[in-house]
C-alpha cells in the first residue's frame, strides 16, 4: 500500500470503495469491516460516546509507523477471529489512554516500558483487578511486540516480562461467569417487554451462542428446511453452522419479523442492527428487573454459561457439548462446567460426614 494510503482510504465510506476496489483498497476495506465500530467511553466522565469505526479511532490516536504496524497484525492469521481482532483494538485503546496520562501524545510501540507495565499491575490489583483481566491486558501488548520483532526482523524488547504476569490459580473460580438456574432464567423472561426482547434472551440461551454471531446475521440466515427453519451462523475462523429452530423461536422469529425479508436479522427499538452492546443493556436491564444476579450484570455470555451448564446438567455427553458451543478444546469446555462438579462433589462429602455426628446434633435441633 502507498504511503499515506491507509489514511486516504480511512475517510472513504466502504460504500465507495466498493465501486472500483483495488487490492489495497478491498484489504483495507475488509479489515474496517471487520473491526466494526465502538462507541468508547469518555475517560473522564465514563459516559458513552458517538459510535464510530474502530480503524477510524486507532488511526487518531497511534503514531503513522504504529497505526501501519497494527493494520498488519490485526489482519494477520496472529489475531484469526474477528471477535479477538475486535478486543485486541479495544485493547490498544486502553493502553493509548494510559500511554497519555504519562505523556504520550500518541501511542507507539515501545512508548510504555517494562517498569511502566509493573506500575499499572500495582495500581491495577490495589484496586481490586481480577487477575485474568490483568493477563488479558498483558497479552494484547505481548502479542503486538511479538508480531513487530518478527515482521521487521530486529530486535524488540517485549515490555511484557513473566515478572508482570500474574499467577492465576486454575481453582479459583471467582472470577468465572456466573451462571443463572432455569427458575431464574424464567423471571428474566417474564420481565420482557415484547417479543424481540424475548426472542433476543431465548435465542441466545438455546443456541449457546456468541452474542456477535446473532447480531451480524441478516434475515436470509434464516431458512426454511421442510417443515422447519434452521438458522445459518458464521462462527469464529468463519466457519458456518446451521441450527434447527425450536417451533416456539420460530413462532417469535414470525412475530418479529413481521414479514420482512431482508435486512438484518435482529433490529433495535430504532430500527438499526442490533449490536452486541445493545443486547448487553437490554439484558442488564432485563436481570436486575427480575433479581437476579445481584452483584453482577447479566450478559449474553452468562446466557451462553448457562444453557452448556445446563446441558452438563442434562447429562449430554461433554464432546457434544464442546461441539455445540464451537469450543476447538475440550479444556474450554470443561472450565464451564468444573464449578458444577466441584461444587456437587463438594456437597456430597460434607453430607458424607453427617453420620459420624448426626445422632449426637438431633439433641440440640
Given at each position: 500500500m502507498e504511503p499515506g494510503a491507509e489514511q486516504q482510504l480511512e475517510h472513504r465510506p466502504s460504500a465507495e470503495i466498493a465501486l472500483a476496489p483495488s487490492r489495497a483498497e478491498d484489504a483495507f476495506a475488509r479489515i474496517r469491516e471487520q473491526l466494526g465500530t465502538v462507541a468508547p467511553r469518555d475517560p473522564v466522565t465514563r459516559k458513552l460516546r458517538e459510535r464510530r469505526e474502530r480503524l477510524a479511532i486507532l488511526a487518531e490516536i497511534c503514531e503513522r509507523p504504529t497505526f501501519d504496524v497494527l493494520v498488519a497484525w490485526l489482519s494477520s492469521t496472529h489475531v484469526p477471529s474477528t471477535n479477538t481482532k475486535r478486543a485486541y483494538a479495544d485493547d490498544l485503546r486502553f493502553w493509548a489512554e494510559y500511554a497519555a496520562e504519562l505523556g504520550h501524545e500518541r501511542f507507539s510501540i515501545g512508548c510504555l516500558s517494562a517498569d511502566d507495565l509493573t506500575v499499572w499491575r500495582l495500581a491495577e490489583e490495589r484496586r481490586g483487578a481480577k487477575p485474568r483481566s490483568i493477563n488479558r491486558r498483558l497479552s494484547t501488548m505481548s502479542s503486538l511486540a511479538r508480531f513487530e520483532a518478527d515482521r521487521s526482523q530486529?530486535?524488540?524488547?517485549?515490555?511484557?516480562?513473566?515478572?508482570?504476569?500474574?499467577?492465576?490459580?486454575?481453582?479459583?473460580?471467582?472470577?468465572?461467569?456466573?451462571?443463572?438456574?432455569?427458575?431464574?432464567?424464567q423471571r428474566v423472561l417474564e420481565?420482557?417487554?415484547?417479543?424481540?426482547?424475548?426472542?433476543?434472551?431465548?435465542l441466545v440461551y438455546t443456541l449457546a451462542g456468541r452474542v456477535s454471531e446473532m447480531c451480524e446475521a441478516d434475515v436470509d440466515a434464516l431458512k426454511r428446511r421442510g417443515d422447519g427453519r434452521t438458522l445459518t451462523l458464521r462462527r469464529k475462523g468463519d466457519k458456518t453452522s446451521d441450527f434447527p429452530l425450536?417451533?416456539?423461536?420460530?413462532?417469535?422469529?414470525?412475530?418479529?419479523?413481521?414479514?420482512?425479508?431482508?435486512?438484518?436479522?435482529?433490529?433495535?427499538?430504532?430500527?438499526?442492527?442490533?449490536?452486541?452492546?445493545?443486547?448487553?443493556?437490554?439484558?442488564?436491564?432485563?436481570?436486575?428487573?427480575?433479581?437476579v444476579l445481584p452483584d453482577r450484570d447479566l450478559t449474553p455470555h452468562v446466557l451462553r454459561a448457562s444453557r452448556l451448564t445446563h446441558m452438563h446438567d442434562e447429562k449430554v455427553d461433554i464432546d457434544d457439548i464442546r461441539s455445540y458451543a464451537d469450543h476447538a478444546e475440550l479444556a474450554t469446555t470443561l472450565v464451564y462446567v468444573r464449578r458444577r462438579d466441584t461444587g456437587g462433589k463438594r456437597a456430597g462429602h460434607a453430607a458424607a460426614a453427617v453420620p459420624v455426628y448426626g445422632d449426637q446434633i438431633a439433641r440440640w435441633v
Amino acid at each position: 500500500m502507498e504511503p499515506g494510503a491507509e489514511q486516504q482510504l480511512e475517510h472513504r465510506p466502504s460504500a465507495e470503495i466498493a465501486l472500483a476496489p483495488s487490492r489495497a483498497e478491498d484489504a483495507f476495506a475488509r479489515i474496517r469491516e471487520q473491526l466494526g465500530t465502538v462507541a468508547p467511553r469518555d475517560p473522564v466522565t465514563r459516559k458513552l460516546r458517538e459510535r464510530r469505526e474502530r480503524l477510524a479511532i486507532l488511526a487518531e490516536i497511534c503514531e503513522r509507523p504504529t497505526f501501519d504496524v497494527l493494520v498488519a497484525w490485526l489482519s494477520s492469521t496472529h489475531v484469526p477471529s474477528t471477535n479477538t481482532k475486535r478486543a485486541y483494538a479495544d485493547d490498544l485503546r486502553f493502553w493509548a489512554e494510559y500511554a497519555a496520562e504519562l505523556g504520550h501524545e500518541r501511542f507507539s510501540i515501545g512508548c510504555l516500558s517494562a517498569d511502566d507495565l509493573t506500575v499499572w499491575r500495582l495500581a491495577e490489583e490495589r484496586r481490586g483487578a481480577k487477575p485474568r483481566s490483568i493477563n488479558r491486558r498483558l497479552s494484547t501488548m505481548s502479542s503486538l511486540a511479538r508480531f513487530e520483532a518478527d515482521r521487521s526482523q530486529r530486535p524488540l524488547v517485549n515490555p511484557v516480562t513473566r515478572d508482570n504476569r500474574i499467577k492465576v490459580d486454575r481453582g479459583d473460580t471467582s472470577s468465572d461467569t456466573p451462571i443463572l438456574e432455569k427458575p431464574e432464567l424464567q423471571r428474566v423472561l417474564e420481565k420482557c417487554a415484547d417479543a424481540r426482547e424475548a426472542l433476543v434472551v431465548t435465542l441466545v440461551y438455546t443456541l449457546a451462542g456468541r452474542v456477535s454471531e446473532m447480531c451480524e446475521a441478516d434475515v436470509d440466515a434464516l431458512k426454511r428446511r421442510g417443515d422447519g427453519r434452521t438458522l445459518t451462523l458464521r462462527r469464529k475462523g468463519d466457519k458456518t453452522s446451521d441450527f434447527p429452530l425450536p417451533a416456539e423461536i420460530r413462532a417469535l422469529f414470525d412475530v418479529v419479523l413481521d414479514g420482512r425479508t431482508e435486512g438484518p436479522l435482529l433490529l433495535d427499538a430504532s430500527g438499526a442492527r442490533l449490536d452486541r452492546f445493545d443486547v448487553d443493556r437490554m439484558l442488564t436491564r432485563l436481570g436486575r428487573h427480575a433479581g437476579v444476579l445481584p452483584d453482577r450484570d447479566l450478559t449474553p455470555h452468562v446466557l451462553r454459561a448457562s444453557r452448556l451448564t445446563h446441558m452438563h446438567d442434562e447429562k449430554v455427553d461433554i464432546d457434544d457439548i464442546r461441539s455445540y458451543a464451537d469450543h476447538a478444546e475440550l479444556a474450554t469446555t470443561l472450565v464451564y462446567v468444573r464449578r458444577r462438579d466441584t461444587g456437587g462433589k463438594r456437597a456430597g462429602h460434607a453430607a458424607a460426614a453427617v453420620p459420624v455426628y448426626g445422632d449426637q446434633i438431633a439433641r440440640w435441633v
